[in-house]
């Protein structure tokens, strides 16, 4: 599902009024919160996780919030470990779409499902991905088909990073090969820093991951973003040509992060939680924190976000099944 710019725009204005509510709606404030993350710090999941949990202290949602980092699984530990939490709004879960929409065409079983063991909040942000390269790569490269060329040429490192096996960086970075039918080879990380982190040393040639994740790395010339998936151009990289752009069809994609509760958590819980993120999420601190990592703050509904994780479930299963790839679970 590729998210229109109207969209952000209409559901940061929404979220604008309710930042006006004041902190009658979280009357009924937590003690302690924790918004928990699957993937490590410095990444974008874990920016978001924290903007917004800092914004909900501040606002009065809880007394005091930390993050929980519970990597593992490209993400799945975090939202098996919802499925435990107490339902009082206290705990809530940021996610990638990917762990929800596209792990269930990949994995034969997994230990959660994601329409009954969590209860959507709202949408957070959404964001591009970008294609980069390393010192690994010639300066010469600076464009996916010529990236394309040289891992013809050199078979033998044709090989890409991702935050996790069967995230959509991982297969956007097949679809990339498979467009010019070459067999890139996928090196699964736990999360997009650490593999640019391999990248910039020079251990591993490319790196498929959100824009934002990017950016921190540009500076030093050790990281050179060839192309970006969203069907117009990121305005956090605004100089680099899309994939549709340099002739892949049909390679117009980019995700979103959602904030989830345990399912069986009350309408009122429901509500009051929904309130809140919406008002965070307009914040103009988060709005400009959020920016610096390369996503869109966005809000939504709970009944909204649920319509999201559909459409997007049914668009990635053709395509995992024509990719062929599939998971132990």
């Not at 991905?129 to 490192?157: H, M, R, T, Y």
């Amino acid at each position: 599902m590729t998210i229109s710019r109207r969209h952000i725009i209409q559901s940061t204005s929404a979220a604008a009024l309710l930042a006006c509510i004041g902190q009658k709606a979280y009357a009924q404030s937590v003690e302690n919160m924790r918004v928990v993350t699957g993937f490590p710090p410095g990444g974008t999941s874990d920016t978001i996780s924290r903007r917004v949990a800092e914004r909900l202290r501040v606002a009065g949602y809880a007394k005091n919030s930390v993050v929980e980092n519970k990597t593992g699984a490209g993400g799945q530990i975090a939202i098996q470990y919802m499925k435990t939490m107490p339902t009082d709004g206290s705990v809530i879960l940021q996610t990638p779409m990917s762990m929800l929409g596209i792990y269930p065409h990949i994995y034969k079983k997994l230990q959660y499902d994601p329409i009954n063991d969590l209860q959507p909040a709202s949408l957070g942000a959404v964001f591009d991905f970008g294609f980069a390269v390393g010192p690994a790569v010639p300066a010469s490269v600076k464009s996916i088909p010529e990236f394309l060329d040289w891992c013809k040429a050199n078979p033998n490192q044709a090989n890409f990073g991702s935050p996790g096996a069967g995230s959509l960086p991982h297969f956007l970075g097949v679809l990339l090969g498979r467009s010019s039918n070459i067999d890139i080879k996928h090196v699964a990380f736990r999360g997009t820093q650490p593999a640019i982190l391999d990248m910039i040393g020079g251990q591993i040639p490319a790196v498929s991951g959100p824009v934002g994740e990017f950016t921190q790395h540009i500076s030093s010339g050790k990281c050179r973003v060839l192309g970006t998936s969203g069907a117009k151009r990121s305005r956090f990289a605004p100089t680099v040509a899309t994939f549709t752009e340099q002739g892949l069809k049909d390679m117009a994609f980019n995700e979103w992060f959602g904030f989830y509760l345990p399912s069986g958590v009350s309408a009122d819980v429901v509500t009051r939680t929904n309130t809140a993120l919406r008002a965070a999420l307009a914040a103009p601190e988060v709005v400009e924190g959020l920016a610096a990592m390369g996503l869109e703050s966005a809000s939504s509904t709970p009944a909204e976000l649920a319509t999201m994780l559909k459409n997007d479930t049914n668009r990635w299963g053709p395509i995992v099944k024509a990719i062929g790839f599939t998971a132990e679970g």
